[in-house]
């Protein structure tokens, strides 16, 4: 990429016929890419001719247009000072966003995860918010995981020393200060300029674990060197249908120091996710959806059709082997579903599974963590004689948790951790690093209180005596409403009327 343009140049290559754009002051030729671009064709012929950097930049780690773009659609170096400016309009929108954005209320204000939500949907650009609370179909499971714990019931036991209580445990024989780890949630930047560094750097300020994502907006080596030095992190997988790939993706990360790897298994096909899918029709242009029409990409999917293209779905038991072959790192199965799948992974094994269906985002009507999490331990108590928890076969879980209760509910069910992703993607989309600080100074007063009020003076002494989960699997048990959360969730609409003229 020795040659050098003018900006007088790229500005001609401004077309749907042939577009140039400039990304960190080099030229690409991205003419044979817009109709496959996850975020559609509309924004990158807005920089057509143009230097696109400052929209680039929050949805995409560094290097995604050298990695998608072939060598010979990198033309070359732009002479800056040459490169016609983009004039950035702040619409009536944005300006009352912003407003919001500064009546924010005080991190003191904030009580509960609950709260980060309700500020993040205020304060987050729409396709964002979009973006992160969008889920399967009617969405109904996505609510089901937060419900399912509201059907669990606690058997305190009195009368016992709680002066001092400890909520330190061990995940994959590493130290965490509480049973929680941050799970990977992608395109982190949409919601903040520092995006997943936000989760790094709180991770390690509160001795907690972060699992990275495949499809963070930040560059995986970039989340590493904002890492301390000894801070432990996961690594979430998509599995690429190229396995030289994928063998790539995880000796480099096992050669940086990750301590375990969670291979994702609920997504063979993207889930349906209509309030991103609504985002996407609305922010694309109607002509330039007919003109790509004829093409027969599938156009419809939001910012999440940007996990779907390079998944495999042909991963399958005997794929195991390989990746035991490639890599010393323990395995987990991230998106176990059943009891039989769980006891699969012991057989073949596995260092654990995470009992998860992807934040209600993948099928919808499959059931939450904490209900598959009571028939994986009787089931395995029975068949292999497995005791919960185990240290050679960890039993994780992630959805729906928005307090330290839902995660001790599932400890005294066997489960070793439980992740956490939304709530901290709403505190620093609202607050930045020092909304997830907050976030896990709540959950810290939280497990002190609760382990004091349950007579539990150590995460050993939560025990399946402490909960009533005689109603946990069944559906139509009415429970109070959570109203916190209830007035958070933002329903799903139908498709709307465009706008005209009101009727006489």
């Known amino acids: 990429m020795s040659q050098t343009i003018s900006g007088k140049e790229v500005?001609?290559?401004?077309?749907?016929?042939?577009?140039?754009?400039?990304?960190?002051?080099?030229?690409?030729?991205?003419?044979?890419?817009?109709?496959?671009?996850?975020?559609?064709?509309?924004?990158?012929?807005?920089?057509?001719?143009?230097?696109?950097?400052?929209?680039?930049?929050?949805?995409?780690?560094?290097?995604?247009?050298?990695?998608?773009?072939?060598?010979?659609?990198?033309?070359?170096?732009?002479?800056m000072d040459t490169v016609e400016k983009v004039e950035i309009k702040i619409t009536d929108e944005e300006k009352a966003r912003l407003e919001r954005v500064s009546n924010r209320p005080s991190l003191d204000e904030v009580l509960n995860l609950h709260d980060f939500e309700h500020v993040a949907r205020l304060v987050m650009p729409d396709k964002a918010w979009a973006y992160y609370s969008s889920a399967a179909d009617d969405e109904i499971t996505h609510r089901e995981n937060h419900a399912a714990y509201h059907r669990i019931w606690f058997r305190p036991r009195v009368l016992r020393d709680v002066t001092n209580v400890d909520w330190f445990t061990t995940v994959l024989g590493h130290k965490s200060s509480m049973p929680v780890y941050i799970t990977a949630t992608a395109l982190g930047k949409l919601g903040h300029p520092d995006g997943e560094l936000n989760l790094t750097r709180a991770a390690a300020k509160h001795g907690i674990i972060q699992m990275i994502p495949t499809l963070a907006s930040c560059s995986f080596d970039q989340i590493m060197d904002a890492a301390q030095p000894g801070q432990v992190q996961f690594f979430q997988l998509y599995v690429n249908k190229d396995r030289?790939?994928?063998?790539?993706?995880?000796?480099?990360?096992?050669?940086?120091?990750?301590?375990?790897?969670?291979?994702?298994?609920?997504?063979?096909?993207?889930?349906?996710?209509?309030?991103?899918?609504?985002?996407?029709?609305?922010?694309?242009?109607?002509?330039?959806?007919?003109?790509?029409?004829?093409?027969?990409?599938d156009r419809s999917q939001g910012a999440a059709r940007a996990i779907s293209s390079f998944i495999d779905p042909g991963l399958n038991w005997n794929d195991l082997k390989w990746f035991k072959s490639i890599t010393s790192m323990p395995l987990i199965l991230k998106g176990v579903q059943c009891w039989e799948d769980a006891m699969e992974a012991y057989d073949h094994g596995l260092a654990g599974v995470v009992l998860s269906n992807h934040g209600g985002r993948q099928l919808d009507f499959s059931r939450s963590g904490i209900e598959i999490l009571a028939e994986v331990v009787e089931n395995l108590s029975k068949k292999r004689n497995l005791t919960f928890p185990n240290e050679k076969f960890q039993l994780f879980i992630d959805g729906g948790v928005r307090r330290a209760t839902d995660v001790l509910k599932a400890v005294a069910l066997g489960a070793t951790a439980v992740g956490i992703g939304r709530p901290f993607i709403y505190a620093y989309s609202a607050y930045g690093q020092e909304g997830v600080d907050k976030a896990l100074r709540i959950l810290h007063d939280e497990f002190e209180m609760n382990l004091r009020l349950l007579g539990a003076p150590t995460l050993k002494n939560v025990v399946p005596e402490m909960v009533d989960t005689s109603n946990l699997s069944s559906h139509i048990v009415s429970v109070p409403d959570d109203r916190l959360y209830v007035s958070n969730y933002e329903s799903l609409r139908g498709a709307q009327l465009k706008v005209s003229k009101p009727k006489l």
């Not at 671009?37 to 230097?51: E, M, Q, R, T, V």
């Not at 929209?55 to 773009?69: F, G, K, Q, S, V």
């Not at 063998?247 to 063979?268: S, W, Y």
């Open 11 to 79: 500005a001609l290559h401004n077309t749907r016929q042939s577009c140039w754009i400039i990304v960190h002051g080099k030229v690409y030729d991205v003419t044979d890419f817009l109709d496959d671009h996850p975020g559609g064709s509309k924004i990158i012929l807005k920089y057509a001719g143009k230097d696109a950097t400052a929209e680039y930049d929050p949805i995409h780690p560094p290097d995604a247009i050298t990695t998608n773009l072939p060598p010979e659609k990198h033309l070359g170096v732009a002479q």
């Open 244 to 297: 030289e790939i994928t063998k790539r993706i995880l000796q480099h990360a096992e050669k940086r120091g990750i301590k375990g790897l969670f291979i994702t298994v609920d997504a063979p096909q993207l889930g349906r996710r209509e309030k991103d899918m609504r985002m996407k029709f609305e922010a694309e242009d109607p002509s330039e959806v007919s003109k790509a029409g004829a093409s027969g990409v």
